[in-house]
């Protein structure tokens, strides 16, 4: 499995209800995208939300939540769980 089938399911059912929301299979894992843009993946080692670089320290402050660095550079407001 290249992801969490059930965190996938539990965004699934979370996000239902926005409009344009679409999945995508990308880089092993699974994007869900709103009108074309990426708001929160799955990945093997868990999952990551954009949040905005307002809500980047907040969100960084709950317990598991890390800053998104797929490169190893930090991508503004994005956390990892």
Known sequence: MAYDEGLAHLWREDL?????????????????????HMLC???REGGMARVGKTHMDAACAM???????????????AGRT
């Open 41 to 43: 993946g799955v990945m």
């Open 63 to 77: 317990p598991g939540v890390s800053p998104l660095a797929f490169t190893g550079r930090a991508m503004g407001g």
């Open 16 to 36: 239902e209800d926005v409009r344009g929301m679409a999945e995508k299979k990308i880089f092993g894992g699974l994007c869900f995208m709103a009108r074309g």
